[in-house]
C-alpha cells in the first residue's frame, strides 16, 4: 500500500473512535475503555477483549460533566466523563480508571458513580514506590485486582499463556510506533505533523495487531525513502496530548517538522517494553516500575532534574532545534514540572514556548501567532 | 471588646509556637532540620528527634498574615502556574528564598510605611478621631511599611566590606516580617507523604531539588473501597521500613523504639483530646465556634506527638466542660443556625468569610477535620490504616459517611462548601456529595467559589449570596419541619 493510501486510513481511524467501537461490537466483541495513565492494556487484550483508549474528545464540550466537576479541571477528564454521560461511549462493556494524579483521584469516583448499573468501572491506583521490590508487588496486586474484573466482564479466564501472547503483541506494537517516530522525524516532508498524530493516535482506537501491521507497513516505505533534506525546522513536542489536527496543521503551514516527542499520549506511554518470558504479571508490573523521565511518576533521584536532562538530551539526539510544550490548562503535574524543564532547556542554550491548549479549544489565532513567532527564533 | 482567650486556647497558641522555635533553635546549633506534609507519619521522625517544619501550616500562616499573594505572585515569576495549589505555590516560593519582607529606605535604613495601612485613631471615649481631610485618623501604632518581596539568597550575596554595606546587609535581613511562618529555618531534608494528594509528590520533589536535600518518601495511592486491603498495608508497611532505614542513614542514629512509642502514645492522645473538642461542637447552642477548629488544626498538624499538644487539647476541654456548665459561648453572636464548613477555609478572608455567617446567626458546628485527624491506632498497621485514611484518600462513600456522621452528631441544618480552586482531590467530588446530603440529610448545601490562600480567587459578592440562599434554605427547611 502506498504511504498515502495508508496515512488516509491512520486519519480515517483516528477521527472516528465511535465508528471503531460499533465496529468491534458488531463482530461480537467486548470493548472496555482505557483511561490515561498507564493501564495494563495487555490484560484487556489478553482477556480477548478491545481496549479503546479515552483521552478527552477535540470535538465535544463539557456539559453534563458539570454535574460533576467544578471547572478547574481539565478538559481530558471532563470530556471523557461527558462521553460517557451523553453516549458516546454507551456501547463500551467496562471502564478502567487509574488516578495517579489529583483530577483522576476524584474523578474515579465521579465515573464510578455516574456509570452506577451503566458499567463497571475498575480502579486502579499505581504506586508512586513503584521500583523498590514492595513497589512492584503493589503494582502486581493492583493488577491483579482489574485482571479479576475483567474477567468478570469477559467470561474467559485470563492465562499466562494468553497474558505472554499479549505482551508480545504489544512490545511489537511499542516497537513499531518507536521506529514510526524516529522516521517520522526524518521525513518530514512526506509525514506532517497532522498525518504523524493520525498513525499515533489511532493506536488507541484500533486492535493493536492490526494498527501494527499497518504501522510495520508504513514504515517500511519510510525506510525506502531517500533521505529528505529538511528546509524548515524541527522540534520536539511535549506535554500530555496535541492531537488536534487544526492545532498541527499550524505546524505543517510554517514547515514545523516534529522530530521526536515527549508526549504523554504518544511516546512517554510506548517507550518501555514488558519481558516476553518469567510470570507475565511480574513483567507487566516490572514494565511500570522501569518507566522513567515522566512529570507524573515520583522520581527517587529527585534532587537531581533527571526528567528534563532526559528531554534536552531526546532534543539533541533528535536534531530539534527546540521544543513546543503544550500545556493542558489545568494540569498541576505538567505544571509543577514546568520550571525545571525550563531551567535545563535555558541552560541547554535550547528555546522553547510554552502554549496553554485545552480540548474545548476552537480558535487557534494566537497559537497560530506564538508559533510562527517561535519558528523566527529558531 | 477583645475576645475571651481560654487557657486551653493559650496552651495551644504556645505549642505550635514553641515548635517554630525549637526549630529555630535547632537550626542555629546545626542539628539538622526538616519539612514534612502534614500527614507524614511523625512518629517516625520523633524516634529520631527531628525538628520538623509543616509547610502547609507554614502556608496557611502566611496567607493568614496577608502575604500570601505575594508569595503566589513570586512563585509564578519562577514559572509556577497559578493553578497549582496556593500552599504549594507559597511553599515553593519559601524554600526558593523568597520572603515577604518590609520596605524601607537604603538610605536611612528606615521603614517607609505605608499610609493605606493601620487601624483608625480613637480618643478616649472610643470615638474614631477624624483628620483635617474629613478622613478618619490612623493609629500610628498600627501603621506597616509596605510589603516588598525579598529573597535570602540575594541577601546573602551582598558584599559585607564597608560598616555601610553590613548595616545594610542586616537590616535587609532583618526587615523579612518577623511573624513565625516568615521566619521558618530551610530544610536539611523532607518527608513526603501523598496521602491527601498527589500534588505533594511533585511539590515536595521541587523543594528537594531547589535545596538539594535527601527526600524520605511514603507514598499512600487513592483508595476506592472504605476497607483498607492487607496490601495496601503491607504496600506502606514496607515503606516506613524503608523510611526508618533512610533516617537512620540520614541521622547518624538508631530507630528509638521508645521515643517512637512515645510519640505513639502522645499522637493518639492529642487525637481522643482533638476528637473530644469537637465533640463539644454538638451542644446546642455551641460552646465555640467551629471557626476557632480550623486555628487548632495547627497543633494537630504540628505538634500531635507532642505530649504538650495533647496536654493542651486536654485543658481546652476543660474550658470548654466549664463554659457548658455555666451556658458560656465564644461565639460573637446569638446562634440561629448550624451549618458544616466543607473544606479548607480561606485563609486570607477569614474576617469576609466570618462576616455574613455572624450577620445570619450562623454558627459553623462542624468541620470535615474532626473525624479525619482524629484517628487512634494501637500498632503499626492500625497506624498504616490510620494514614491511609486522610481527607482526600478516602473513595466517596467513606467521605461522604464521615461528614454525614458529623452532621448528625452536631445537629447542623445545612452545608456550606468550598470549591477551593486550590484543592483538586478535594473539590472533585463534592457536586456529588452536595447531593448525598441533601438526599440523606434533607438539609440545604450551598457552594461558592474560593481558595484557602489565593485571594484573587475568593468573590465575595457571590459568597455572600450564596450564604444568604442557604440561610433562606434552612429558614424555609425549619418552617417546614414546624408546619
Ligand atoms: S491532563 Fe493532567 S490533570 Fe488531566 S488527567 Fe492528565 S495528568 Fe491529570
Ligand atoms: S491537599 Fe489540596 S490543599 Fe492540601 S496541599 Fe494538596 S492540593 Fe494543596
Redesign the interface.
Known amino acids: 500500500m502506498s504511504i498515502e493510501v495508508l496515512l488516509k486510513e491512520f486519519a480515517e481511524i483516528s477521527e472516528h473512535p465511535r465508528r471503531q467501537i460499533q465496529a468491534f461490537k458488531a463482530e461480537g466483541k467486548k470493548v472496555v475503555g482505557v483511561l490515561p495513565y498507564y493501564a495494563p492494556e495487555e490484560l484487556v487484550y489478553a482477556a480477548g477483549m478491545v481496549p479503546m483508549g479515552i483521552w478527552g474528545s477535540n470535538k465535544k464540550t463539557i456539559s453534563m460533566a458539570k454535574?460533576?466537576?467544578?471547572t478547574?479541571?481539565c478538559t481530558i477528564a471532563q470530556l471523557a466523563l461527558e462521553m460517557l454521560l451523553d453516549g458516546t461511549l454507551d456501547d463500551l462493556d467496562g471502564l478502567i480508571t487509574p488516578?495517579?494524579?489529583?483530577?483522576l483521584?476524584?474523578?474515579?469516583?465521579?465515573f464510578?458513580?455516574a456509570m452506577k448499573d451503566k458499567l463497571p468501572c475498575i480502579?486502579l491506583?499505581?504506586?508512586?514506590?513503584r521500583k523498590?521490590a514492595?513497589?512492584i508487588?503493589?503494582t502486581m496486586?493492583q493488577y491483579q485486582h482489574v485482571k479479576g474484573e475483567l474477567e468478570k466482564i469477559s467470561g474467559n479466564t485470563i492465562t499466562d499463556e494468553a497474558l505472554r501472547e499479549a505482551i508480545k503483541v504489544y512490545n511489537r506494537s511499542r516497537a513499531a510506533r518507536r521506529e514510526f517516530v524516529k522516521l517520522a522525524g526524518e521525513h518530514p516532508d512526506v509525514i506532517s505533523a497532522v498525518s504523524r498524530s493520525a498513525v499515533l493516535r489511532s493506536a488507541w482506537f484500533m486492535i493493536k495487531d492490526d494498527h501494527t501491521a499497518k504501522v510495520e507497513a508504513l514504515n517500511a516505505e519510510l525506510r525506502a525513502l531517500p533521505p529528505c533534506d529538511w528546509k524548515g525546522k524541527k522540534i520536539l513536542t511535549s506535554g500530555i496530548i496535541c492531537d488536534n489536527p487544526k492545532l498541527l496543521q499550524i505546524f505543517d503551514d510554517n514547515q514545523i517538522a516534529i522530530a521526536a516527542d515527549d508526549v504523554a499520549h504518544e511516546s512517554r506511554m510506548i517507550r518501555v517494553d514488558a519481558a516476553e518470558t518469567g510470570d507475565p504479571m511480574m513483567a507487566l508490573a516490572q514494565q511500570f516500575a522501569d518507566q522513567d523521565y515522566d512529570?507524573l511518576l515520583?522520581?527517587?533521584n529527585?534532587?537531581?532534574?533527571r526528567r528534563a536532562d532526559f528531554v534536552v538530551k531526546q532534543i539533541k539526539d533528535s536534531g530539534a532545534q527546540g521544543l513546543v510544550l503544550f500545556?493542558q490548562?489545568?494540569?498541576?503535574?505538567e505544571?509543577?514540572?514546568?520550571?525545571?524543564l525550563?531551567k535545563a532547556l535555558d541552560a541547554a542554550g535550547i528555546p522553547h514556548i510554552k502554549l496553554g491548549v485545552d480540548q474545548q479549544m476552537r480558535d487557534f489565532g494566537q497559537a497560530s501567532t506564538a508559533i510562527q513567532a517561535f519558528a523566527d527564533v529558531l | 471588646m477583645a475576645k475571651e482567650v481560654s487557657p486551653g486556647v493559650l496552651a495551644l497558641r504556645k505549642v505550635v509556637e514553641d515548635v517554630y522555635a525549637d526549630a529555630r533553635e535547632a537550626k542555629k546549633q546545626g542539628k539538622l532540620v526538616g519539612w514534612s506534609s502534614s500527614k507524614f507519619p511523625c512518629e517516625l521522625a520523633a524516634a529520631f528527634d527531628l525538628d520538623v517544619m509543616y509547610p502547609e501550616n507554614q502556608a496557611a500562616g502566611i496567607a493568614a498574615n496577608r502575604d500570601g499573594e505575594i508569595m503566589c505572585q513570586a512563585a509564578e515569576d519562577l514559572g509556577f502556574d497559578n493553578d497549582i495549589c496556593g500552599y504549594a505555590r507559597i511553599s515553593l516560593a519559601y524554600a526558593a528564598g523568597k520572603r515577604a519582607s518590609r520596605k524601607f529606605d537604603p538610605e536611612t535604613l528606615e521603614y517607609v510605611i505605608n499610609p493605606a495601612s493601620g487601624r483608625p485613631l480613637k480618643d478616649e471615649n472610643g470615638k474614631v478621631v477624624m483628620g483635617e481631610d474629613g478622613k478618619p485618623k490612623k493609629d500610628p501604632k498600627t501603621m506597616q511599611p509596605y510589603t516588598v518581596l525579598d529573597d535570602i539568597h540575594e541577601i546573602e550575596a551582598l558584599p559585607e566590606t564597608t560598616e555601610k554595606e553590613i548595616a545594610y546587609k542586616n537590616f535587609r535581613r532583618e526587615a523579612i516580617k518577623p511573624y513565625r511562618q516568615m521566619r521558618m529555618p530551610q530544610p536539611d531534608f523532607v518527608l513526603c507523604c501523598n496521602n491527601i494528594c498527589n500534588c505533594m509528590t511533585k511539590w515536595y520533589e521541587n523543594i528537594a531539588r531547589m535545596c538539594n536535600v535527601p527526600l524520605i518518601m511514603i507514598d499512600i495511592p487513592y483508595n476506592n473501597t472504605v476497607e483498607v486491603h492487607d496490601t495496601n498495608v503491607a504496600y506502606v508497611r514496607a515503606q516506613f521500613d524503608h523510611a526508618i532505614k533512610q533516617l537512620e542513614e540520614l541521622t547518624g542514629k538508631k530507630f528509638d523504639e521508645k521515643k517512637f512509642e512515645e510519640a505513639c502514645a502522645n499522637a493518639n492522645r492529642t487525637a481522643s483530646a482533638w476528637l473530644r473538642v469537637c465533640d463539644y461542637l454538638q451542644y446546642k447552642p455551641a460552646p465555640y465556634s467551629g471557626f476557632d477548629l480550623f486555628n487548632h488544626m495547627a497543633d494537630v498538624v504540628t505538634a500531635r506527638g507532642r505530649v504538650q499538644a495533647a496536654e493542651a487539647f486536654e485543658q481546652l476541654e476543660k474550658d470548654l466542660a466549664e463554659a457548658v456548665k455555666v451556658g458560656k459561648s465564644t461565639t460573637p453572636f446569638p446562634e440561629k443556625y448550624r451549618v458544616m464548613f466543607e473544606g479548607i477555609p480561606c485563609w486570607p478572608k477569614l474576617p469576609n468569610l466570618f462576616k455574613p455567617l455572624k450577620e445570619h446567626g450562623v454558627n459553623v458546628t462542624a468541620v470535615v477535620y474532626a473525624p479525619a485527624f482524629g484517628f487512634v491506632y494501637n500498632n503499626m498497621d492500625e497506624m498504616v490504616r490510620a494514614y491511609y485514611k486522610a481527607p482526600n484518600s478516602v473513595c466517596i462513600e467513606q467521605g461522604v459517611s464521615w461528614r454525614e456522621g458529623i452532621c448528625k452528631d452536631n445537629k447542623v441544618d445545612g452545608v456550606l462548601v468550598h470549591y477551593n480552586r486550590s484543592c483538586k482531590p478535594w473539590s472533585g467530588y463534592m457536586a456529588e456529595m452536595q447531593r448525598r446530603f441533601t438526599e440523606d440529610l434533607g438539609i440545604p448545601c450551598a457552594g461558592f467559589d474560593g481558595d484557602q490562600a489565593d485571594p484573587r480567587n475568593f468573590n465575595e459578592a457571590q459568597y455572600e449570596t450564596r450564604v444568604q440562599g442557604l440561610v433562606e434554605a434552612m429558614e424555609a427547611n425549619a418552617e417546614n419541619k414546624e408546619g
Open positions: 454535574e460533576y466537576c467544578a478547574f479541571y488516578t495517579i494524579c489529583d483530577t483521584r476524584p474523578m474515579s469516583q465521579n464510578r458513580v480502579f491506583a499505581h504506586p508512586q514506590q523498590p514492595f513497589g508487588q503493589f496486586d512529570i515520583y522520581d527517587e529527585s534532587n537531581q532534574n500545556m490548562q489545568f494540569c498541576d503535574p505544571e509543577m514540572e514546568y520550571p525545571y525550563k
